[in-house]
């Protein structure tokens, strides 16, 4: 049972509530389950079914956040954008007819505004005003702790080398390996050929190992 | 054996493809690594990419997330269902600077004024139109384009202060200034068809008719 949400005067048949029992965190949460599942939400939101559309965010808010974060570099901007991004899928809900992966819909408008956001922030000669924090911490208790500094380090040069690559090779993999989207779904975000994704994908792991070992790392 | 040789030997985009599950011949590049010490490294080397990309933590989102997200849907709402008496307070807000400009005008003799119109307005800036204005430390704001060029006035801070104090400008501005905020996060969530029609309303305002 959710908690009824006040919304400005202009929204007269949506109470948005929040939804509970959704798994949010984690890697799980980056791949997302059922697509019929999803398509199911987005009939009964397009009914008007706040609590559905809620649903919808809680389920995808992590992954999106997560793409977003790994495009702009900047926690701030990612939430704003990745926020943007639910805007924007309930504004074309109506528009939205199920024969597609409902993640490559919610990934190609996430896609699309953070290309817009990098091109306004270029434009505008701004940098990154508060760039993510490195997460070499990934101790877990299990391990001894020489091991954990290691997974820590090479999460750091994964990062950094991430990063340094240019957003057509970050796009691909973040969508690959971190989002769990396969060739056909990022072809479809992307508006491109499954070919063109195969390729990019494959150079882009060449561009990152040639950056991590830049950065005196090596995964093997 | 030259380079180029040699990578046609080994495999390439596949065996990136392959560690994806989306190899187009699974057991061709499966018998291949078998027997290729080195694209067997290869392999070794990108499954180990691919473990280190997916084990980098996710960010933590607050969990009003999807409640912030509804509050903007409906600000969005509230602003698309009013936007057309927002166009009609930005002309207004534009009309409140024109009416302080006169009252000027009478007060301080000297400078023709112009017909103005929106597009007169300047940009605004980060800090927005009114209080770009009101930060003026001399009669700078003149040259906001609302006398005739060259014909800026003398005036000092205080006594501009005072004018437009006497013109009840600031109360009239304060009420403007927010408006003019509120419109500028309406345009931002304009989507383009939605701001063609925008601009074409206020240019219907310009020329006068009603909205």
């Known amino acids: ?220 | 054996m030259t380079d180029d040789a040699r990578e046609a030997d080994h495999l390439g985009e596949e065996l990136s493809a392959w560690v994806d599950g989306e190899a187009e011949d699974a057991a061709l590049v499966e018998s291949h690594v078998a027997g290729c010490p080195e694209c067997a490294a290869r392999y070794r080397e990108l499954n180990a990419l691919s473990a280190a990309l997916r084990s980098l933590p996710g960010p933590v989102v607050g969990e009003d997330f999807a409640e912030r997200v509804a509050a903007r849907i409906g600000r969005g709402a509230s602003a698309r269902r009013y936007w057309p008496a927002a166009a009609a307070l930005l002309a207004a807000a534009a009309g409140v600077v024109i009416v302080a400009a006169v009252v000027l005008s009478v007060r301080q003799p000297g400078p023709m004024l112009r017909t103005t119109g929106v597009e007169d307005v300047p940009p605004g800036g980060e800090s927005g139109l009114f209080d770009e204005m009101l930060l003026s430390s001399d009669a700078a704001a003149w040259d906001y384009g609302f006398p005739a060029s060259g014909d800026t006035p003398e005036m000092n801070a205080e006594e501009l202060v005072l004018a437009l104090s006497a013109s009840g400008w600031f109360e009239d501005a304060a009420e403007a200034w927010e408006a003019e905020r509120d419109i500028e996060e309406l345009v931002q969530s304009l989507d383009e068809t939605e701001k063609m029609e925008f601009e074409r309303l206020l240019r219907t305002y310009e020329e006068g008719a009603e909205i």
């Open chain 1, 1 to 220: 049972m959710g908690h009824p949400l006040e919304l400005p005067v202009g929204v007269p048949t949506m109470e948005l509530c929040a939804v509970k029992g959704v798994v949010q965190g984690g890697s799980e949460a980056g791949k997302p389950a059922v697509d019929m599942q999803e398509w199911q939400l987005v009939e009964r939101a397009q009914a008007g079914d706040a609590a559905a559309f809620t649903q919808l965010v809680r389920r995808y808010q992590v992954p999106v956040v997560h793409f977003c974060q790994r495009m702009l570099l900047s926690a701030q901007d990612a939430e704003d954008v990745a926020q943007e991004t639910f805007v924007r899928l309930y504004r074309y809900l109506d528009r939205l007819e199920p024969g597609a992966k409902f993640s490559t819909v919610l990934f190609g408008i996430a896609r699309n505004l953070t290309l817009n956001h990098l091109r306004d922030t270029k434009r505008r000669g701004r940098g990154v005003t508060d760039p993510l924090e490195s997460h070499a911490g990934l101790a877990d208790r299990s391990m001894r702790p020489d091991q954990s500094a290691r997974l820590g380090e090479i999460a750091a040069m994964v990062e950094r080398g991430l990063e340094a690559l240019t957003a057509e090779h970050r796009e691909v993999l973040v969508l690959r390996e971190i989002n769990g989207l396969d060739y056909e779904a990022i072809a479809r975000v992307l508006d491109c050929r499954m070919g063109t994704v195969k390729s990019r994908i494959a150079r882009a792991r060449e561009q990152l190992q040639a950056r991590i070992r830049d950065l005196g790392g090596d995964l093997v």
